[in-house]
């Protein structure tokens, strides 16, 4: 198949790759960029696994071609701990609560988390809750989550 | 999932050229949630997908005097975030706020559910019972509106020619916005396909009902209104003996089918209860 050339800048750094039209941007990150915390959950859009961050949304990236992200600014889980490799708030309150098993969902999760804390600075129960409905978890039975998540909220 | 094409234009002059010269068939994509899977299945290999996501100015939720108009690009999460659609047309804004998850709707889009007709499609039965309008265009700037309750031909079947896509929706404001009720019914609480959708507005004089607006998904071919079931509350009082003989009879209206979500036999039946429930709702102004 025709390969085009897309550009996108994924974690503050541009990329150049050679793409199939029907390339998955979740495939080309994993696949071709290293990048597996985004992860390949059901392929349909209904587990978030594969949740990143387009343009400041996080979006499933198994349901996104590559070539329509083209000159995008991408973030993956590995963009959200800083540059000298201390965790984001988010990701210590989830080890501290115990809201990692298999860490399978753990990617969307946080990337869901700071999106919702980003625009309310205290969310009650129901709106983490709601906001995280797209992330589904096997392990935790997501009490551990919602509590991380809480802990993270700025006092009312 | 071989030799697909793709194309994003920028403007609805350059999404007119790259159609116009297309040796192959189009198919055209905004938000890709259901694209992207029927891609992935096999659906589209030789087609050239055209990317409408880049069509900025079909992204917008606009107020005049007398309708709202929304493009057809706006996605379900900035309709679900509307101040407007939210205190003028509160039906639509709370579908929006039920069709997926936070992630699907921050693509899906308003066009794209009422392109692909799903019988169940999210914003159906809020949109007919608005008695929205459908604006499209082909090729060469020819425009048309279609009244959304003559734009569904069948089950992800509609009046849309091949080079034809939705510009905008638009519909007349509510004269009492509160007197509506949308409930979706599923098999689990997001991320869900309805085994029953159902949205109800309302114009009353008191206790008295001037006009009843029913509409219903998942339980026919196409999203439907339920006209007939309309008329018994035409210019009559919303009491309860009026209720219970339109919830036996609207089982009567529907032609819903078994399928892996529910059986025919559970839908009539949930249709009549949940009818029940949207019409009382809707009477007592609507959510809390």
Redesign the interface.
């Known amino acids: 198949?025709?390969k085009?050339e897309v550009s996108f800048t994924v974690n503050g750094e541009t990329h150049k790759v050679n793409v199939e039209?029907?390339a998955?941007l979740l495939n080309v990150l994993r696949d071709d960029l290293g990048l597996t915390g985004p992860k390949y959950g059901c392929?349909?859009?209904?587990c978030?696994g594969c949740?990143v961050l387009v343009n400041g949304?996080?979006?499933?990236s198994?349901?996104?071609?590559a070539?329509?992200v083209?000159r995008a600014d991408i973030v993956t889980i590995e963009g959200l701990s800083k540059p000298d490799g201390s965790l984001d708030l988010i990701q210590e309150a989830f080890l501290d609560h115990g809201a990692i098993q298999c860490g399978f969902c753990t990617p969307g999760m946080v990337i869901?988390a700071k999106d919702l804390l980003k625009r309310k600075a205290h969310p009650s129960e129901t709106e983490i809750r709601?906001?995280i409905?797209?992330?589904i978890c096997r392990c935790t039975g997501y009490v551990s989550i919602v509590k991380a998540i809480k802990s993270c909220r700025k006092k009312p | 999932?071989?030799?697909?094409?793709?194309a994003?234009p920028k403007s609805l002059k350059e999404m007119d050229r790259i159609v116009g010269a297309a040796k192959r068939p189009v198919k055209f994509i905004a938000g890709?949630?259901n694209v992207?899977?029927d891609?992935?299945a096999g659906a589209l290999s030789s087609k050239l997908?055209v990317?409408l996501?880049g069509l900025k100015e079909l992204n917008f939720v606009k107020e005049e005097k007398n309708e709202i108009a929304i493009g057809a690009l706006t996605t379900i999460s900035n309709i679900a975030a509307s101040r407007v659609i939210r205190e003028k047309a509160p039906l639509l804004f709370y579908a929006a706020g039920q069709l997926?998850?936070?992630?699907?709707r921050?693509?899906a889009t308003i066009g794209g559910n009422l392109a692909y007709a799903s019988p169940a499609a999210d914003t159906a039965p809020p949109l007919l019972a608005l008695e929205a309008v459908v604006h499209t265009r082909r090729r060469l700037g020819r425009e048309r509106k279609i009244p959304i309750d003559r734009f569904f031909l069948g089950p992800n079947k509609t009046r849309l020619a091949k080079d034809e896509i939705i510009t905008k929706i638009t519909f007349s404001k509510p004269k009492d916005p509160s007197k509506g009720s949308y409930l979706k019914l599923g098999l689990r609480?997001?991320?869900t396909i309805s085994v029953l959708s159902i949205a109800v507005l309302l114009e009353t004089n008191g206790n008295v009902c001037r006009k009843a607006r029913i509409a219903l998904g998942a339980v026919a071919p196409t999203p439907m209104r339920a006209y007939r079931i309309e008329k018994k509350f035409a210019g009559r009082a919303i009491d309860r003996k009026n209720i219970e003989e339109s919830s036996l009879l609207i089982a009567e209206e529907i032609s819903p089918i078994s399928d892996i979500r529910a059986s025919a036999e559970y839908r009539k039946r949930v249709t009549s209860v949940l009818f029940q429930r949207a019409i009382q709702e809707a009477s007592r102004g609507g959510k809390p």
């Not at chain 2, 997926?100 to 699907?104: A, E, N, V």
């Open positions: 198949m025709k085009t039209t029907n998955l392929g349909t859009g209904q978030g949740t949304e996080p979006v499933l198994c349901l996104t071609l070539v329509a083209d869901l709601e906001h409905v797209g992330n | 999932m071989n030799e697909m094409e793709y994003r890709g949630t992207i899977p891609i992935r997908l990317d996501s997926g998850s936070p992630l699907t921050n693509r609480n997001a991320m």
